[in-house]
C-alpha cells in the first residue's frame, strides 16, 4: 500500500458539532500522545504533515487537517468563532482517556503555521511540551500586513493569506490585525508556572525570526516562562522542510529517551 493509499484508508473524522478530519497511527505501549498540526502547502492542497518522520517513534500519534476555508482556518473557527477549536479539544481529551494518559503526557509540534497552533494550542491548555518550528508567532502581521507588502499592486489571487485573515477574523483592517496578532500573545499573561516546556527553532537568516520569533522570546522572557532555542545557519523560511525534521527528532530524544529507536539516535 501506498503513502497515499495509506492516509486514505485510514483517515477518519471527529464530530463535536462542527467535523474535523484526522489520522491515528497508534503505538502499542506507548505512554506518549505527539499531536502535529498542519502547515500551509504552496499548492493549496490541505496535507497532514510530519508522517513519515514520526513513523517509527515509540508515542501515539495525532495528525490534523485543516481543510476550513480557502487555505485553513489555523483550526480556530470562522468570523471568530472557536468552533473548530473545540472540535480539536475534543478529540485530544478523548485520546487521553482512551489510553489513560495526562494533559503533561501530549507533545505538540508543527512547523510554520503548524508551529503557531502547536505554541497557542500549547500554551492555552497547558499541554506538556511544544516543538515549534519557524512558526509565526503575530498571525496578523503574518497573514495581512506581509501578505500586502509583498504583493502592494497585485490583485489579491485565490490562495492569497489575506483570504485566510477574512475567514477567521472577518476582515482584513487594522482592528482584524490586532485581533489576530493577540491571539496567540494574551495566552502569555496567564500563570507561568504550568506552562509547558518551549522548544522553538528558526534559520537565523529567515524573516520569521526577527519578525515574529524575537518578540516572542522577548515577551517568554518578561513572563519568566521557560523555552530553549535553536537557530541555524540557514535564510530561507521553505528550509525548515530541510532542517525542521532532524530537530524535532533531537527534541523529542531530549524529552524521553524512549520516544527514539536506538537505529534513530542522533
Not at 497515499?4 to 491515528?24: P, R
Not at 485553513?72 to 494518559?101: A, D, N, Q, W
Amino acid at each position: 500500500m501506498g503513502f497515499a493509499d495509506y492516509i486514505k484508508a485510514n483517515e477518519e473524522v471527529h464530530k463535536a458539532g462542527s467535523e474535523v478530519k484526522y489520522l491515528f497511527c497508534e503505538k502499542e505501549g506507548a505512554d506518549k500522545l505527539i499531536v502535529t498540526f498542519p502547515g500551509f502547502t504552496n499548492s493549496g492542497k490541505f496535507k497532514y504533515r510530519y508522517v513519515r518522520t514520526l513513523q517509527d517513534v515509540n508515542a501515539h500519534r495525532l495528525f490534523l487537517l485543516d481543510e476550513f476555508g480557502v487555505r485553513g482556518c489555523y483550526l480556530l473557527g470562522h468570523h471568530r468563532s472557536f468552533k473548530i477549536e473545540t472540535v480539536v479539544m475534543s478529540l485530544i481529551t478523548s485520546m487521553l482517556k482512551k489510553y489513560g494518559l495526562k494533559i503533561d503526557d501530549v507533545i505538540l509540534q508543527g512547523s510554520s503555521k503548524g508551529g503557531w497552533m502547536a505554541l497557542y494550542y500549547g500554551i492555552k491548555y497547558r499541554f506538556g511540551h511544544v516543538i515549534a518550528g519557524g512558526p509565526q508567532t503575530k498571525m496578523g502581521d503574518f497573514l495581512i500586513k506581509e501578505d500586502v507588502e509583498i504583493q502592494p499592486d497585485e490583485k489579491i489571487h485565490v490562495f492569497s493569506k489575506v483570504r485566510v485573515a477574512d475567514y477567521i477574523a472577518g476582515g482584513h483592517e487594522h482592528g482584524d490585525l490586532t485581533y489576530l496578532n493577540n491571539l496567540l500573545y494574551e495566552q502569555l499573561y496567564r500563570d507561568p508556572e504550568d506552562f509547558p516546556m518551549i522548544y522553538i527553532h528558526v534559520g537565523k537568516g529567515d524573516s520569521h525570526f526577527e519578525n515574529h520569533i524575537k518578540p516572542f522570546v522577548t515577551q517568554l522572557d518578561i513572563n519568566n516562562i521557560k523555552y530553549e532555542l535553536d537557530i541555524q545557519e540557514y535564510h530561507e523560511h521553505n528550509d525548515l522542510g530541510i532542517f525542521y525534521p532532524k530537530f524535532l527528532l533531537k527534541t523529542l530524544q531530549t524529552i524521553d529517551d524512549k520516544l527514539i529507536p536506538q537505529r534513530m539516535k542522533i
